[in-house]
């Protein structure tokens, strides 16, 4: 594997139209400790019932990514090779973990590339070629329909300017879906989303290329369990624990967080909170979403950071269940703010305070 090589390309900025400007990275983990004032972009306008008020900077995304859906198969051949045709009526659990092309078929990673996953493409393209994202969607998601996440992934494409190919995480139901984000919040489990995810980026960094990955509430999650994944990997390719000592192995760790540096992540209202350094990071949070403030990256908050901090105090197996202490993020982080009720009193709904449409509509596109 060649570690020394950074993928080619570069990161497509777009310019947000904030009177309060970007949010600046915030430093290195220092754990527990509340954010500056300059550290967070507030959404000043964003205080409407109603989402759409795109004062938050657009999605970057990384260009020299792998391309897409350049290879064209025919609808025997994607059955002969064991795609899935959506079927409203099957288990979710059928597609768990399989790439979700726009064209309506399920394609199992170990059988497919990417090059031929028909991904969903964006109204406004942000580059050419147009890069590829990789989604990851949240608990309670069927894979087709609109709210759903073929749905989620057409959204994501046109905010985005990107080719987006969703990894699909199976829904087994509320408690059984909640279980599991925690634990891919502790990195335990089984979760075939975050393998896929976690295969994907490894073979994308080997091959030189960059990464773009988003995900949206337990997607946050599994997109922090498989970025672990690839920093073990890419730890075992330098010499393993070893080769990875303070130190010793500074140069090592340099190079680690070089390569992970080809990868840019993007989370809205994620659970995910515990991700390793060297990837550029964008986290989005609605201050009235109880799943980031409580679950996942965010800006410090009075009330949900000092009660976790004291139950975990009082209760450190429930500090480790959580994750760690509330406010947490990774070096060179962004975290992105705003303050919406959502358009729906039903805080879960696609335009309540946990809605992607919430999220979606206070952040800027990124092709105007």
């Known amino acids: 594997m060649s570690i020394d090589g950074v993928g080619r390309g570069g990161v497509r900025l777009v310019t947000p139209q904030s009177p309060e400007g970007p949010s600046a990275p915030v430093a290195k983990n220092t754990l527990a400790r509340p954010l500056a004032t300059k550290d967070v972009f507030e959404a000043k306008g964003a205080q409407s019932p109603s989402p ?14 792998v391309q897409a859906g350049t290879v064209q198969l025919d609808d025997a051949t994607k059955v002969a090779r064991g795609a899935l045709k959506l079927d409203a009526s099957a288990d979710p659990k059928t597609y768990d973990g399989m790439y979700l092309g ?8 170990e059988k497919f ?37 073929t749905g989620e992934a057409q959204k994501l494409a046109n905010e985005t300017g990107t080719h987006v190919v969703p990894i699909y995480n199976a829904t087994e139901g509320l408690p059984a879906d909640v279980a599991q984000t925690g634990l891919d919040r ?21 091959a030189g290329k960059k990464v773009n990955v988003t995900g949206y509430s337990q997607g946050g999650a599994i997109v922090s369990s498989a970025l672990r994944e690839v920093d073990h990997r890419i ?25 992970l540096g ?22 989005y949070v609605n201050k009235q979403d109880p799943v980031p403030t409580w679950l996942g990256t965010h800006a410090f908050n009075p009330v949900t950071d000092i009660v976790s901090g004291i139950v975990s105090g009082l209760f450190p197996g429930i500090g480790i269940l959580n994750g760690g202490p509330s406010t947490q993020y990774p070096k060179g982080a962004a975290i992105h703010t ?14 309540g305070k946990h809605g992607i449409d919430t999220y979606l509509g206070n952040i800027q596109d990124a092709v105007r």
């Open 113 to 149: 590339s990417i090059s031929e996953v028909p991904p969903f493409k964006p109204e406004k393209p942000i580059a050419s070629p147009t890069p590829t994202t990789y989604h990851v969607n949240g608990i309670l998601t069927q894979p087709q329909g609109d709210g759903n996440a």
């Open 235 to 259: 730890k075992d390719d330098l010499g393993g624990f070893w080769g990875n000592l303070p130190v010793l192995g500074d140069g090592n760790r340099d190079k680690r967080e070089a390569m």
């Open 186 to 206: 502790l990195g335990m489990g089984d979760n075939k989303a975050a393998q896929t995810l976690a295969d994907a980026i490894y073979n994308d960094l080997k």
């Open 102 to 109: 726009s064209d309506g078929y399920a394609y199992p990673p």
């Open 262 to 283: 080809n990868i840019n992540v993007t989370t809205f209202a994620g659970a995910g909170k515990t991700f390793p350094d060297g990837p550029k990071y964008n986290f």
């Open 52 to 65: 759409g008020n795109a004062n938050l900077p657009p999605i970057q995304s990384n260009t020299g990514t």
């Open 338 to 351: 705003f303050d919406s009720p959502g358009a729906n009193g039903d805080v879960f709904a696609v335009d």
